[in-house]
Antibody, heavy 121, light 110 residues
Framework: EVQLVESGGGLVQPGGSLRLSCAAS????????MSWVRQAPGKGLEWVAN????????YYVDSVKGRFTISRDNAKNSLYLQMNSLRAEDTAVYYC??????????????WGQGTMVTVSS | QSALTQPASVSGSPGQSITISCTGT?????????VSWYQQHPGKAPKLMIY???KRPSGVSNRFSGSKSGNTASLTISGLQAEDEAEYYC??????????FGTGTKVTVL
């Protein structure tokens, strides 16, 4: 079964850091672009970042540039999001998503269940 | 990177067809045939329904179809069913390897 499982969310103070992980199974992880997409409580979806199959290219939404870093370990079938200098507006459910194998990186075909990040004092 | 504009809500009776619009600009929707649509039920992860404007992933009902004209993409649901009641989001490539989602549309089956 193709599956993505996120972990690492929690409560963190403003200015703090958190590292999210996403464990992939049921497919060849190294073959696909991977992304993080977030959803603030009661709000819409927002693309956060993506990373190429071999990790050689990474892209971010403007609001997280310089604060968040996406990475992957293909040997461990894992995707990561290092989040620094967290702000209240980063509070959201963070989803890990896999691109459609036969399409472009922004066709998010497989999604995890999400992990909640709350930034509050 | 402003969100694409969708109507807040659309409703229809069972069996009817409805269309959800997704309006962007010439920098995103209008410039690329890279629009996708997602269905999200409350408390669940989104599900890919349409990609590359018109393509359906394996397993998605052919009652769902996509199109685009100029800066506006559309999702049509035909033969509306109770299970189609959900939030729907469009998403477009916005250049420079970035993506932008729509504001979301709540579909209600009357």
């Amino acid at each position: 079964e193709v599956q993505l499982v996120e972990s690492g969310g929690g409560l963190v103070q403003p200015g703090g850091s958190l590292r999210l992980s996403c464990a992939a199974s049921g497919f060849t992880f190294s073959n696909n672009w991977m992304s993080w997409v977030r959803q603030a409580p009661g709000k819409g979806l927002e693309w956060v970042a993506n990373i190429k199959q071999d990790g050689s290219a990474k892209y971010y939404v403007d609001s997280v540039k310089g604060r968040f870093t996406i990475s992957r370990d293909n040997a461990k079938n894992s995707l990561y999001l290092q989040m620094n200098s967290l702000r209240a507006e980063d509070t959201a459910v963070y989803y890990c998503a896999r691109a459609h194998s036969g399409s472009y990186p922004g066709a998010f075909e497989i999604w995890g269940q999400g992990t909640m990040v709350t930034v509050s004092s | 990177q402003s969100a694409l504009t969708q109507p807040a809500s659309v409703s229809g009776s069972p069996g009817q067809s409805i269309t959800i619009s997704c309006t962007g600009t010439s920098s995103d929707v209008g410039n690329y045939n890279l629009v996708s649509w997602y269905q999200q039920h409350p408390g669940k992860a989104p599900k890919l329904m349409i990609y590359e404007v018109t393509k359906r992933p394996s397993g998605v009902s052919n009652r769902f179809s996509g199109s685009k004209s100029g800066n506006t993409a559309s999702l049509t649901i035909s033969g509306l069913q109770a299970e189609d009641e959900a939030e729907y989001y469009c998403c477009s490539y916005a250049g420079s390897s970035t993506y932008v989602f729509g504001t979301g549309t709540k579909v209600t089956v009357l």
